[in-house]
């Protein structure tokens, strides 16, 4: 929630089967995008959207992190 330039979520899809990272910045998750490893491409899907915006699943992440968001 907030990605941002992806900082953290190269490090968090190491350790993730599937990892979903938005943030309403278009500019911000293009940038994100650009820096994904190869190996992480099939595992990891940036969106630009809000939190309230993005339309998912109720219950369907074990883990969520909300971090340099504020």
Known sequence: ???????L????AADAAR???FDPDAE?????????PAEL???VSYRVASAQELE????AF???V???SL
């Open 41 to 43: 491409v099939g595992r």
């Open 28 to 36: 911000s998750v293009a940038a994100a995008r650009r820096s994904l």
């Open 1 to 7: 929630m907030g990605c941002g330039e992806g900082r």
């Open 56 to 59: 998912i699943e109720r219950e």
């Open 62 to 64: 074990d883990l969520v």
């Open 66 to 68: 909300f971090s340099w």
């Open 9 to 12: 979520s190269v490090g968090l």
């Open 19 to 21: 990892l979903l990272a």
